[in-house]
Protein backbone atom coordinates (compact mmCIF):
# COMPACT_ATOMS: atom_id res chain seq x y z
CA UNK A 1 0.00 0.00 0.00
CA UNK A 2 1.19 3.42 -0.67
CA UNK A 3 1.65 6.32 0.69
CA UNK A 4 -1.74 8.13 -0.58
CA UNK A 5 -3.35 4.92 -0.37
CA UNK A 6 -2.59 5.02 3.66
CA UNK A 7 -3.44 8.34 4.00
CA UNK A 8 -6.86 7.50 2.20
CA UNK A 9 -7.43 4.82 4.24
CA UNK A 10 -6.68 6.44 8.00
CA UNK A 11 -8.94 9.67 6.56
CA UNK A 12 -11.61 7.00 6.23
CA UNK A 13 -11.07 5.11 9.51
CA UNK A 14 -11.53 8.97 10.89
CA UNK A 15 -14.66 10.06 9.54
CA UNK A 16 -15.99 6.66 10.36
CA UNK A 17 -14.83 7.16 13.87
CA UNK A 18 -16.13 10.91 13.92
CA UNK A 19 -19.72 9.55 12.75
CA UNK A 20 -19.92 7.23 15.33
CA UNK A 21 -19.01 9.55 18.27
CA UNK A 22 -21.26 12.42 16.63
CA UNK A 23 -24.32 9.65 16.86
CA UNK A 24 -23.20 8.31 20.18
CA UNK A 25 -25.05 8.69 23.76
CA UNK A 26 -21.84 10.16 25.38
CA UNK A 27 -22.14 13.02 27.45
CA UNK A 28 -20.75 16.26 26.00
CA UNK A 29 -17.25 16.07 28.05
CA UNK A 30 -16.20 12.82 26.79
CA UNK A 31 -17.72 13.36 23.08
CA UNK A 32 -15.27 16.86 22.58
CA UNK A 33 -12.30 14.87 23.97
CA UNK A 34 -12.70 12.24 21.45
CA UNK A 35 -13.56 14.44 18.72
CA UNK A 36 -10.31 16.58 19.91
CA UNK A 37 -8.74 13.26 19.48
CA UNK A 38 -9.76 12.56 16.21
CA UNK A 39 -8.83 16.33 14.83
CA UNK A 40 -5.38 15.72 16.04
CA UNK A 41 -4.71 11.90 14.22
CA UNK A 42 -5.97 13.92 11.59
CA UNK A 43 -3.99 16.49 11.63
CA UNK A 44 -1.07 13.99 11.38
CA UNK A 45 -1.69 11.67 8.62
CA UNK A 46 -2.23 15.48 6.80
CA UNK A 47 1.22 16.59 7.83
CA UNK A 48 2.38 20.00 7.45
CA UNK A 49 2.91 22.32 10.98
CA UNK A 50 1.10 21.33 13.94
CA UNK A 51 -0.86 23.43 16.14
CA UNK A 52 1.69 24.65 19.36
CA UNK A 53 4.66 23.63 16.62
CA UNK A 54 8.09 25.97 16.22
CA UNK A 55 7.44 26.12 13.05
CA UNK A 56 6.93 29.38 11.76
CA UNK A 57 5.36 30.02 7.78
CA UNK A 58 5.75 33.39 6.04
CA UNK A 59 2.38 34.07 4.70
Known sequence: MGQRETQAAL???IEEH???VLSSS???AP???ALADLALAY???SG???P???TVEKG
Open 11 to 13: FAA
Open 18 to 20: TKT
Open 26 to 28: LNS
Open 31 to 33: KAA
Open 43 to 45: RYA
Open 48 to 50: GPQ
Open 52 to 54: GSV
